[in-house]
């Protein structure tokens, strides 16, 4: 909701671009203090700063990236394009999931010490930090119309059943 309420004021790359840092930060605290927070087992005073900045970072992962990597795609792409590259934009999401998966999983069996979460943690710092990196070659389309987004020349670009001549033969 919080996207909903703020996406055409403050915009799709501001959001984006603030998401990301803000992930980085949290799971860059959350990795490195993993092991001074948990020290004492889950009824440690240290649990309670983890489940608040584990909350933290699953509303700024909504607020900004789920939300908005929805949107962008929809409008960033040329309209001649949209629909396939915006297929491939989520295909390659659910790969990215995918990935994450094989490889939690790979560190989770070759790790058996207690530092497979703070690992996780740093990983995921990193992949949020590539996404910061990545904001910045997308177009901001606060504001503007999908046909001024795609660059494309307007004039004649739909040729369809109306402008094609019918033969008095027929």
């Given at each position: ?82 629909s396939t590259a915006h297929g491939i934009s989520a295909a390659s999401g659910k790969l990215g999931a995918i990935n994450a998966q094989v490889v939690i999983t790979q560190l ?63």
């Amino acid at each position: 909701y919080a996207t909903m309420l703020l996406i055409d004021s403050w915009g799709r790359k501001p959001i984006l671009h603030m998401g990301f840092v803000l992930l980085t930060i949290i799971y860059v605290i959350m990795g490195f203090g993993f092991q001074a927070m948990n020290k004492n087992g889950s009824h440690s005073a240290g649990a309670k700063p983890f489940v608040f900045l584990y909350c933290l970072a699953n509303f700024f992962q909504n607020f900004g990236p789920n939300s908005t990597t929805f949107i962008v795609p929809g409008e960033a792409f040329p309209t001649r394009y949209r629909s396939t590259a915006h297929g491939i934009s989520a295909a390659s999401g659910k790969l990215g999931a995918i990935n994450a998966q094989v490889v939690i999983t790979q560190l989770r069996t070759a790790d058996s010490s207690n530092t497979f979460v703070d690992h996780v943690l740093k990983i995921f710092a990193l992949f949020m930090l590539s996404g910061v990196a990545s904001t910045f070659l997308i177009p901001e389309t606060k504001n503007r119309t999908l046909e001024d987004v795609s660059n494309e020349e307007q004039e004649g670009f739909v040729r369809g059943v109306g402008s094609q001549q019918i033969s008095p033969d027929i």
